[in-house]
């Protein structure tokens, strides 16, 4: 690992420069900050912090969380087998593992499909409070929790494909049948939101508030 | 010299030119990886998505599981995973799981060939800029190897049902997955913005 060159201390935006976003091109913005500026090279529109940041993330958590509700209380699947009916929650599932001896997969569908979206979500929510409170807590590890929800984001999409794949193969009538529950959809709704919140969310603030302290 | 600005933290730093061959550089703030060095990243990335393409079009035309209860067989493809949650009225997942399992890979594939094979043989194709911001964008959705897990745990919810047949398709699915993660990694996105860069100074 080679370590760049430091010019100085100092953010793009204070020095009066735009990093492109796509192409990583510096853009000297001094003369005209204000207005609509797009990078000479590829084109983009030039954003010195993504716009409304943390307005739009703390909405895309919010709407998460609504939504995390009927993921867990509402049923994923409904089994017939033999004229037998049973719906399952996410939990009921973990449990049914957990009786049946695949500790493995319990642990597997639990940390994914309960743990990970509610830790991103707090973390985000940490990283925006962090934000607005110009709390000065390490930021370097407030930057690794923050790559760590970009990362384990779409690792929760798991249980929605064990639900299709379910769906699609077992498919016998009164045999064998299972049909996907409306706790599907929440969940879906609730990974895609949380991954666009982290999205939206811009890591950047979290520095804005350090530069005079370093 | 020129200058980059971290894209994580925003901190102005110089580049340097010369980092060895499959090093990274990394931001000396908050330790966000800046650029990397990848010889050959052309033919590499091209290589590897004409892999992917081949294994993509084995991974949905063959079915990956087939499963046995009392006579009884079903089997089915990718498509058909989502053409089953369709047909139950679910078509928001379905087409979720479209996305992220078919859409996301293949648009994928396509855009680095789109992208990368004019400029090996020199040229620079249209709508570059856009090409490669896209395939940025796509790149974040592509879950295939979320559905690899999801496979696994199924594979252990049914052997309990009934027999389970592994297809085809499972292990050009496995392929897949290890050929379009090379394939991310091998893009450097350097390399394409200063070709874009000479072709701007001919004009």
Known sequence: ?214 | MSLIACHECDLLQKRTDEIPPHSKAVCGRCGAVLYRHIPDSIDRTIALAIAGLVLFICANVFPFLAFEVSGQATQSTLISGAASLYLQGMWALAFLVFVTCIGAPLMQILLMLYIFMPLKFGRLPAHIPLAFRSLREIQAWNMIEVFMLGILVSLVKLTKMATIIPGLALWSFVGLIVVLTAAATAVDAELVWQKLDCNNGKR
């Open chain 1, 1 to 214: 690992m080679a370590s760049a060159k430091q010019a100085s201390r100092i953010s793009a935006l204070n020095a009066g420069m735009i990093g492109c976003h796509s192409c990583d091109l510096v853009v000297n913005a001094k003369d005209d900050f204000h207005h609509h500026l797009q990078c000479p090279r590829c084109g983009a529109n030039l954003h010195s912090r993504k716009l409304n940041s943390v307005a739009r993330t703390w909405a895309l958590i919010i709407a998460a969380l609504v939504f995390y509700v009927p993921a867990n209380v509402l049923p994923i699947t409904t089994v017939v087998s033999l004229g037998k009916e049973q719906s399952d929650t996410i939990m009921s599932g973990v449990i049914y593992f957990m009786q049946s001896g695949s500790w493995a997969i319990a642990l597997v569908i639990f940390v994914a499909s309960v743990f990970v979206p509610l830790m991103k979500i707090l973390i985000l929510v940490f990283l925006l409070v962090s934000v607005q409170r110009n709390i000065q807590w390490r930021p370097r590890e407030q930057a690794k929790l923050y790559r760590l929800t970009e990362i384990v984001g779409k690792w929760s999409m798991v249980d929605v494909y064990v639900v299709t794949i379910l769906v699609a193969l077992v498919n016998l009538g009164v045999i064998a049948d299972i049909d996907a529950g409306p706790a599907a959809l929440y969940f879906a709704a609730v990974v895609v939101l949380t991954m666009l919140a982290a999205r939206t969310f811009d890591p950047r603030l979290i520095w804005d508030s350090k530069e005079e302290v370093e």
